[in-house]
């Protein structure tokens, strides 16, 4: 089976920090684990130890902050900064804690990109005031309390999991559609 693209690769080298890694094939998506919410304790913690007053907020988010939804292995976490764009103010601190800058994306929220040191963690930074920010919250919320739209999300998750992808971002844009569909349903926050 060919993988499903949707990206280019000089696309995808943007912002990208050593290039865009190939991913061709299905995309693995496990059972909701009761320990996730566990991890991102920790690694909250571990963030607020390392950045201490420079940690605005530690979010959990995407799928595996969403009680009963299938995902894949991976948690997501947002880190609100002051400015996402002065790396100096929390980068090399990161770094030592033994994250690694993965992604740099100006024209995306200004948003960086970290894995996890010794877990599969995505840490997602932006600045305070970011609407982006509302955006994946509103979303995580919303998938938590409507039954109707997280089981609608985790069939499309199945459906497109179960493609071969080149890229593991060409599945996440994938689901671009379903996402603004269930959007269009989420509460804004209070």
């Not at 094939?25 to 496990?30: A, N």
């Not at 894949?72 to 994250?99: F, M, Q, R």
């Not at 800058?101 to 894995?115: D, I, K, S, V």
């Amino acid at each position: 089976m060919t993988p499903v693209t949707g990206s280019s690769d000089a696309d995808l080298e943007i912002g990208v920090i050593g290039g865009p890694m190939q991913h061709d094939d299905t995309i693995r998506l496990v059972d909701h684990d009761s320990a996730w919410p566990e991890l991102f304790e920790r690694e909250a913690a571990r963030i607020r130890a390392t950045l201490g007053p420079a940690a605005l907020g530690v979010d959990h988010v995407g799928s595996t902050s969403v009680r009963g939804l299938a995902a894949k292995p991976i948690i997501d976490i947002v880190l609100t900064v002051v400015h996402s764009s002065d790396e100096a103010a929390y980068v090399p601190a990161l770094e030592a804690a033994g994250y690694v800058l993965r992604a740099r994306e100006p024209e995306r929220f200004e948003h960086r990109l970290f894995n996890g040191p010794d877990t599969d963690v995505n840490l997602h930074v932006f600045s305070a005031g970011c609407s982006e920010i509302g955006r994946m919250l509103r979303f995580r919320d919303h998938l938590r309390v409507d039954e109707a739209d997280r089981v609608l999300y985790e069939r499309i998750k199945r459906d497109f999991a179960a493609r071969r992808w080149r890229y593991v971002q060409d599945y996440a844009d994938a689901k671009s559609d379903v996402i603004a569909d269930i959007m269009t349903r989420a509460q804004p926050q209070r």
